[in-house]
Nanobody, 116 residues
Framework: VQLQASGGGLVQAGGSLRLSCAAS????????MGWYRQAPGKERELVAS???????KYGVSVKGRFTISRGDAPNMINLQMDMMKPEDTGVYYC???????????WGQGTQVTVSS
């Protein structure tokens, strides 16, 4: 399984960015895909995740500002980030979980920087 992330970059506070992640390889239908982020000196944390039936989960700090969705293509997810804050800065990682198989895969990470 490979995860290819795109998007990210530099944005001013209050602005928007969109991340996308596409999974390829041996993909099982029952899965959870999501985004995690890691700021310098901090632990990696959940940003948002979405299950194969569309059930979503968000980190407390991004609720109401970020929206995760399944893409038009199979095994693709999008993360729309609005009203961004400097504390949203970090490396964002795409993750694919197979809860029934107990396996997880990570993408390579993409930098998101929000300037004040």
């Amino acid at each position: 399984v490979q995860l290819q992330a795109s998007g990210g970059g530099l944005v001013q506070a209050g602005g928007s960015l969109r991340l996308s992640c596409a999974a390829s390889g041996n993909i099982f239908s029952i899965n959870i895909m999501g985004w995690y982020r890691q700021a310098p000196g901090k632990e990696r944390e959940l940003v948002a995740s979405i299950g194969n039936i569309g059930d979503t989960k968000y980190g407390v700090s991004v609720k109401g500002r970020f929206t995760i969705s399944r893409g038009d293509a199979p095994n693709m997810i999008n993360l729309q980030m609005d009203m961004m804050k400097p504390e949203d800065t970090g490396v964002y990682y795409c993750k694919l979980d197979y809860p029934q198989e107990g396996r997880s895969y990570w993408g390579q990470g993409t930098q998101v920087t929000v300037s004040s």
